[in-house]
């Protein structure tokens, strides 16, 4: 079962920031927050992850809480290719049974 | 370059019959998995295997049988196929050194039942 809870969609317009929030209260110290997204017909695509500092790649920013129980992810100016569903997901980063457990996702939908 | 490719891409068949999806992946990982996304658009591991060992097999009937002949292919055969087997396939694969790296998927294989 999904750690996460997220909206079931947002919307946001073109050239603007895209702010995707994750609940994630019964994380455990070891298991880091990873974000993916999945565009129409293909495979999903890793974004980016963290354990609690702040995180910034080519792609987003990730933003986590001090207690480590929600993040955000930020993608600072969405454009129309960022349209997709985006999954938050914790996942111990050691352990051979480590798995990625997807939930349902938020979809976003950047607009002109 | 691609980095996880699966074949086929599509794949229609009738119910009864069995088929083969394969997956390569050319990232120099150690851990592969297969995962189904049914109708409902919900993600689900299958299976996962670390160095051509099964780490991870979730409740799945045992018509499907992964085979990892070495550890860039991860094979997908289904047996007796029935119609809820329709759905999108996807392979990924990632590195479990020190840390698990991300998961890299492929752009998976629709799997049609008739």
């Known amino acids: 079962d999904a750690k996460t809870t997220q909206p079931p969609s947002m919307d946001c317009a073109e050239g603007r920031a895209a702010n995707l929030p994750c609940n994630h209260s019964?994380?455990?110290?070891?298991?880091?927050v990873y974000w993916y997204r999945q565009i129409h017909s293909q495979g999903p695509q890793y974004i980016i992850h963290?354990?609690?500092n702040n995180e910034t790649n080519e792609m987003a920013s990730l933003i986590i809480t001090e207690d480590r129980k929600s993040s955000t992810l930020i993608l600072p100016h969405a454009t129309l290719r960022d349209t997709a569903v985006y999954y938050c997901?914790?996942?111990?980063?050691?352990?051979?049974?480590?798995?990625?457990?997807f939930g349902k996702g938020i979809t976003l939908s950047v607009r002109p | 370059d691609t980095a996880v490719s699966q074949t086929p891409k599509y794949l229609v068949t009738q119910m009864g019959n069995d088929k083969s999806i394969k997956c390569e992946q050319n990232?120099?990982?150690?851990?592969m998995y297969w995962y189904k996304q049914d109708s409902k658009k919900f993600l689900k591991i299958m299976f996962s295997?670390?160095?051509?060992?099964?780490?991870i097999n979730e409740t799945v009937p045992n018509r499907f049988s992964p085979k990892s002949p070495d550890k860039a292919h991860l094979n997908l055969h289904i047996n007796s196929l029935e119609l809820g087997d329709s759905a999108v396939y996807f392979c990924?694969?990632?590195?479990?050194?020190?840390?698990?790296?991300?998961?890299?998927f492929g752009n998976g294989t629709r799997l049609t039942v008739t």
């Open positions: 997901i914790v996942r111990s980063l050691t352990g051979a049974n480590s798995k990625l457990t």
């Open positions: 295997y670390n160095n051509k060992e099964l780490i």
């Open positions: 963290g354990l609690k």
């Open positions: 990924a694969s990632s590195s479990r050194g020190r840390y698990n790296s991300p998961l890299h």
């Open positions: 019964t994380i455990s110290g070891n298991e880091y």
């Open positions: 990232l120099g990982h150690d851990t």
